[in-house]
């Protein structure tokens, strides 16, 4: 009889379709503490929605918002004009370039100040 048991819960448990599981939705406004202790949730719901608030105690609020990885990023020209002129001021301190050991050793002083 222990035999016919076993054979009916296993036919059983095999016809059973399994049921659809349900797309959890997630809040849209959370706490700087749910921040802390649950980003992983804070940022599943930035992405299911699209934008997410976070509140501070102190009634401030944030809105956060995920970045496309597809879009290409944008370099500030201004950005590009400051790093070309910081290059010609190291160059004018002598800076020789960070690839070899006398130019990072050169590098540090000129950072350090002491040149």
């Known amino acids: ?9 296993t036919a059983t448990k095999s016809a059973k379709a399994k049921k659809p599981t349900k797309v959890k939705v997630l809040p849209t406004v959370f706490t700087v503490r749910d921040m802390n202790r649950n980003t992983a ?9 699209g934008r997410v608030i976070v509140k501070h105690r102190a ?11 597809q879009e290409p990023s944008v370099i500030r020209p201004d950005f590009v004009e400051r790093m070309r002129l910081h ?21 540090n002083k000129v950072i350090a100040g002491e040149i």
């Open 59 to 69: 009634g401030e609020q944030f809105a956060m918002t995920p970045v496309n990885e």
């Open 41 to 49: 949730q804070v940022l599943a719901a930035c992405r299911q929605h």
């Open 1 to 9: 009889m222990s035999v016919i048991m076993s054979v009916m819960k």
């Open 87 to 107: 290059r010609e001021r190291m160059r004018e301190m002598g800076a020789r370039g960070p690839t070899t050991p006398e130019g990072i050793e050169h590098l």
